[in-house]
């Protein structure tokens, strides 16, 4: 199994590896559009801001194999900033034109409550869609969330997972073999981890 992290120069790409580590699953971390493009399972990560993400895929073609692999059937896993880039827009950085392989806006939190805090950090309760094949738990658990941005799809039935914060979200998005969460399973514990080994499994 030739399961490939992507690096753009957006973090946590060593947590993702250690994680997958742990589960005993080889993984290679590279900025190479071609390995990307010969992987069994991607996985796209992110940490930072939409511009200079976006930015460096660009500048590597990245952004291309992205496509590429989307469309040539490979599993793929977004997580965090690499879910919110898979949108068509993000209002991040004064707008930004994003990967456009899921139609959608990324949007930011814009809280009344001044007790709830941007950006949205810590552990929340996630809700799967019935039938969601990566939702490893049979109770409500929580995962581990850091973002001030959140995706709003223009078709609803992609959401796979919400969870709140002053609002209801979409913390999950699934179309075929490409799904996205938007909190980080790499630091979620052991539902974090049976969720990285059941998209590892293709399960």
């Given amino acids: 199994m030739n399961v ?31 390995v990307v493009r010969a992987a069994d399972r991607v996985i796209f990560p992110g940490v930072g801001a939409a511009a200079s993400c976006m930015a460096n895929l660009r500048s590597t073609g990245l952004d291309q194999a992205l496509h590429d692999v989307v469309n040539a059937g490979t599993p793929v896993l977004g997580i965090c900033v690499g879910m919110q ?23 930011r939190f814009q809280p009344t409550d001044q007790q709830l805090k941007v950006p949205h950090m810590g552990w ?35 959401t796979v997972a919400r969870s709140e914060h002053g609002i209801e979200f979409c913390a999950g998005v699934r179309r075929d ?27």
């Fill in 4 to 34: 490939v992290i992507i690096d753009y120069q957006a973090g946590n790409v060593t947590s993702v590896q250690r994680a997958l580590a742990s589960l005993g699953v080889e993984s290679c971390i590279t900025p190479d559009p071609n």
């Fill in 177 to 203: 073999n490409l799904v996205a969460m938007q909190f980080h399973p790499e630091k979620s514990g052991p539902a974090g981890l049976r969720l990285l080994q059941r998209f590892v499994e293709g399960t």
């Fill in 124 to 158: 929340n309760p996630v809700t799967f869609s019935e039938g969601e094949s990566l939702q490893t738990e049979t109770v409500l658990t929580p995962y581990y969330f850091v973002h001030s941005f959140y995706c709003s799809p223009t078709d609803e039935s992609l």
């Fill in 85 to 107: 880039l898979l949108f068509s827009h993000s209002d991040e950085d004064g707008g930004v034109e994003c990967l456009n392989i899921l139609p959608g806006t990324v949007k």
